[in-house]
Structure formats: C-alpha cells, structure tokens
C-alpha cells in the first residue's frame, strides 16, 4: 500500500496535520465529526461585528502559529497596554480599581501574596514531584496566603484550565505551566500569551490551512471504529470507509473512547482517557453602537476575582465603529452561570459594576458554553483524572500516531500548540 493518512479531526491540530502531509505530497483524507472544520476556533458576526467565540489571542514565544500565520499572510496586531490614558480594571468581591500597571496596585500584603504564590508556582515546575492523586487545591492554599491572593490564584486556573484547583491534578499544572514558559508568561500581554491577536479572526488562520491541504476534508463524518494491523488502518465513519496507511488522531482526549479500537487501545491508556475531561469555559459578547469605555480612559480589559466572570477584554480594539466587549467564564464559574435562564442579565450587571451604566445597553448579546459543543464537550484543554498531563510519546504505535494541542510539547492547549502537535505527529510519516 502506498502511504494515505487519515486525520480524525479538522481544528488546528488535524488540518496543520493534514497540510504537512500535502505540501510533502502524501494523500490525506480528514474525517471531521462536527459539521464545520475549526474544532475550538469558532467566528461569528454578533451585532455586526466579527467576534471569536473560542481561541483568540497568540504572542509570547509561540513562534510556531505566529510563523505559520505569517507564512500565509494572516495578519495580526498588538493587543493594548494600559497607561496612564488607558486603564485596566480590577475586581474583587467588594471593590473596583482602576490602574495603569499591568498588575494592579494591591494592598502591600495581597501583592507580596500574589508574588510569593507565583514563586513559588514557579520553583515546584522545576522541583516538585506531587502525589498522583493530589491535586492543585493544596498548592493554592499553602502558596497564595490572603484572600486576595487566592481569588488571584482561582481565577487564573478558571482562565486557563477551565477548572477550579481541587478538579485538577497538582502534577498535571506542573507540566503545563512548564512547557508553556510558566504563569507569568500565560498571564501576560507583554511578551505573553495575550500579546497578540487576528485581525480577521481566527477563522481566517483556519481557513487558509485548509486552502493548503490536497485531499478530501469530510464534515459530518463521526469515526467510529479503527482497526489497525501490520499492514495499515481502516477508519469506519458514518457514510464512509478508508483505508489507509496511517491514521492520525487529533480529535479532544476525552472524545477518544467512543472510537472502537480493533486491536484495543492498552487498558491504562483507555481508562485514563476514559476519566480524563475537558474543562468547563464559556464566553458572553456584548455588542454596542461604540467602544464609549474608551472615552472613559479604559483599555476594556478587567480582570476580576470573584462572581461569575474572571475576565473581560475589548474584542475589538482594532475599530472605532463599534463597541464589543467578551467576558470570559470557566470552572465552576462557568457551570453555575450557563445553568441560570437569566445568565445575560447576570453578566450585564457584572459589566455596569465594572464599566458604568452605559454597559446595560449592548444593541446586540450572544454567548457560548463549550460543555454544550457536540464533540469537544469543553475548553481549553484535556484534564487528566491524576498524575500529569497526557504526552503523545505515551500513546503512540506504528500505525496510529496523535495530534491535538493537549499533547504539545509546548503551549498545550493554545493555538500554537495545536500547530506543533499536528506537525509533530506526521514527522515520521
């Protein structure tokens, strides 16, 4: 047989995968469940504005998406800093500050918290080895000491893992945090995660992946058996049968066990992707007529440590015409709020307490709940049910080979992971 891939999953990962393998001039067929490609990058236009309901932001040193972009010509611009013309926002339960520091101006108690939590944070990447079953709660009490610092430290982990510290295991945050340059580096803008963003979404990153790949892209096509022997695979989806020599997974980690693997996949392997979990994240947008918290000296950007939010930025801060703000929420944040019928007027209220009373007025709302999407069930990465996080060196056999932004080498669960996964998973094809 000569070599034809099959890639289960049209994100980032499986089309970065697939597009490898064409410009090296392999025969590819991706089969995607869902009836769109772009897995957790999903662009609508709300209120006359094109908003990112999922991935948004790159920078830092995440040079593997930011090349690929340039590459293809997608371009991106510089998310704003505040100074002292531009203020960002800082919410605890009882307070709102303004400041013009990328870290706000804590009580001197709360601020040597926060710095002594990060630290530490920090020394256990390279140090610690905790218990399998010991999971993040522990570090955050021991390590964040006032209040105010362990709403600092709970939101962060409802930003980035989707999850409140007690669901997520210690050792698990430990190798996130390092193969993704540490919490400072995930927390900022400046020479951060956030630094960056699409100009035109990052649908447009997607769709010109795609544009790349020579071969058949099949939506609405759930794969729901693989056998694999010594000779190659055959991938059984709703509607259609390949065969083929490789196939190259890239679909979410917890979505793996409802594929059929003849041969099975090893028992340890199963159970864990059996208990493993996305995490819980949900995005609210408000459109208005104008950015008018930009006339009130603010960048739009609010972090907050409590409530049902954890963060807010201006989605558009490219354009003057229209006004978008996009709040996020995750953990248990996030499952409280999208379980509430009223959730568009709790999340309206949170933005006057922040912003004033011009935030009760979008012309336009819409949100979204990640759990809610058929076949990624959650955002922005794979919880493991123990121990630390998935690694794709773990998984893989001759035949079956794995892809997806949770088993990045660096930057899991970003954009620029999902880059350097899919194209790791196709080198030795």
Do not use: C
Not at 188 to 201: C, L, M
Not at 237 to 260: C, K, M, N, Q
Not at 349 to 359: K, M, N, Q, S
């Amino acid at each position: 047989m000569g070599t034809h891939v099959v890639v289960v999953g049209a994100g980032l990962s499986g089309l970065t995968a697939a597009r490898e393998l064409s410009r090296r001039g392999i025969a590819v067929t991706v089969l995607e469940a869902a009836d769109r490609t772009g897995g957790k990058v999903l662009g609508r236009t709300i209120g006359g504005a094109h908003v990112d309901l999922g991935a948004h932001w790159v920078g830092g040193s995440q040079d593997a998406v930011l090349t690929l972009a340039a590459e293809l010509g997608i371009a991106t611009a510089a998310e704003p800093l505040p100074n002292r013309r531009s203020r960002q926002i800082f919410a605890t339960a009882d307070r709102v500050r303004r400041h013009a520091l990328e870290l706000p101006l804590l009580p001197p108690r709360d601020l040597a918290a926060v710095g002594v939590g990060v630290a530490r944070l920090a020394l256990a990447v390279r140090r610690d080895r905790p218990s399998p079953l010991e999971t993040a709660l522990p570090l955050t009490e021991r390590w964040f000491r006032t209040p105010v610092a362990q709403g600092v430290a709970l939101t962060f982990f409802r930003l980035i893992f989707g999850a409140d510290p007690d669901q997520v295991p210690a050792q698990a945050v430990l190798d996130y945090l390092a193969a993704a340059d540490g919490l400072r580096s995930i927390a900022s803008v400046r020479d951060g995660a956030q630094e960056r963003f699409f100009v035109d979404g990052t649908t447009a990153l997607i769709d010109a992946v795609a544009a790349g790949i020579r071969g058949d892209v099949v939506t609405g096509a759930p794969v729901r058996r693989i056998e694999h022997d010594d000779d190659g695979v055959t991938v059984h989806a709703d509607g259609r049968t390949v065969r083929a020599s490789h196939v190259v997974l890239a679909l979410p980690l917890p979505e793996v066990p409802a594929v059929e693997f003849d041969p099975p996949l090893p028992e340890v392997i199963r159970l864990r992707l059996t208990h493993s979990r996305m995490g819980e994240y949900a995005k609210t947008v408000a459109v208005y007529d104008r950015p008018w918290w930009r006339g009130a000296g603010l960048t739009g950007t609010a972090l907050l440590t409590s409530g049902p939010l954890q963060m807010v930025v201006d989605g558009h801060p490219d354009r003057s015409d229209v006004g978008v703000l996009v709040a996020f929420s995750g953990g248990r944040a996030a499952a409280e709020l999208f379980a509430r019928p009223d959730r568009r007027d709790i999340v309206l209220r949170e933005l006057v307490r922040l912003y004033g009373d011009a935030a009760a007025r979008p012309r336009e709302t819409a949100d979204i709940t990640w759990s809610a999407e058929p076949w990624l069930r959650g955002a922005p990465t794979a919880l493991p049910p123990s121990g630390g996080r998935f690694r794709a060196a773990d998984l893989e056999s001759e035949r079956i080979r794995w892809a997806g932004t949770d088993l990045a080498d660096r930057w899991p669960g970003y954009l620029d992971g999902a880059v350097r996964a899919g194209r790791a998973a196709v080198a030795g094809i």
